[in-house]
């Protein structure tokens, strides 16, 4: 298993009184498989993607990330396991808008102090069909030129699991549907796990498996 949550409970205050956002959930994940998880609007989908992910510590439970328990992480541990075993892509592109394609595709190479770092920024690029787009910034690509470029720059490190969170949620669907099959093609050429949030069940069932979320627990599983 990549990917092992444990009873994972997420309170938080809201008007002044505790609600559990995630309550209880279970989900194991082996490695390279595909899972969508998909849920109503504030069933939990992000917070659940933001506590994989390591960007907030859960009010209880447990999640085990490549053999690591991340919720009792010191925060640089958890920095660096978050860059080199997580690529993240989002419903906003979250580009650097002072940055071109190239640049920001470099940039989690240069964090990570990699050689070569043009080079492998434009055979990313090259893979997201993008290298003619290389010199473009965020401004003067589409929403989904956008996305490729979030996605060439998620996979850069070769992360072994991929979180994406509604990664198409402002895109036309057809758009959208090329997106969904660029992740999962790439994740099976590197072999990396794919744990993707829709609320597009035609989308949805293009993953290995789906695990949906209703007020903060998993409801159901196909
Ligand atoms: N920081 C916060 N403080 C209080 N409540 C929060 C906070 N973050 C999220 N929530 C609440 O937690 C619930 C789950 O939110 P979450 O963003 O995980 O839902 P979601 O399933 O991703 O929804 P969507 O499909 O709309 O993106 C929602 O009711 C939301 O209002
Ligand atoms: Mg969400």
């Known amino acids: 298993m990549i990917l092992q949550v444990r009873d994972l409970v997420m309170r938080l205050r809201s008007g ?16 390279r498989e595909t899972v969508a998880v998909t849920g109503p609007s504030g069933s ?27 919720t009792t992480l010191d925060e640089n541990r958890l920095a660096r ?22 640049e920001n595709v470099a940039m989690p190479l240069e964090l990570a102090g990699r050689p ?7 055979e990313l690029l090259d893979t997201v069909g993008l290298v003619g ?5 965020p401004s003067q690509l589409s929403g989904g030129e956008q996305q490729r470029v979030a996605i060439a ?4 490190l070769r992360p072994p699991l991929v ?9 036309d669907s057809a758009t959208g549907a090329q997106i969904i ?24 069932a293009r993953g290995q498996r789906i695990v949906a979320l209703r007020d903060g627990r998993v409801v159901g599983a196909a």
């Open 16 to 31: 002044g009184r505790e609600v559990a956002i995630l309550d209880g959930v279970n989900l194991d994940v082996a490695a």
């Open 44 to 70: 939990g989908k992000s917070t659940l993607l933001g506590l994989i992910a390591g960007l907030d510590r859960p009010t209880a439970g447990s999640i085990v990330l490549d053999g690591v328990e991340i």
């Open 81 to 102: 396991l978050r860059r080199d075993r997580v690529g993240f892509v989002f419903q906003s592109y979250h580009l650097i808008p002072t940055l071109t394609a190239i």
């Open 116 to 122: 070569h770092r043009l080079e492998r920024a434009r």
């Open 133 to 137: 787009r290389a010199d473009h910034y």
């Open 153 to 156: 720059r998620a996979l850069a």
């Open 163 to 171: 979180l994406a969170d509604e990664p198409t949620g402002n895109l």
């Open 181 to 204: 099959e660029l992740l999962l093609a790439l994740n099976r050429e590197h072999g990396s796990t794919l744990v993707l949030v829709t609320h597009d069940e035609a989308l949805a």
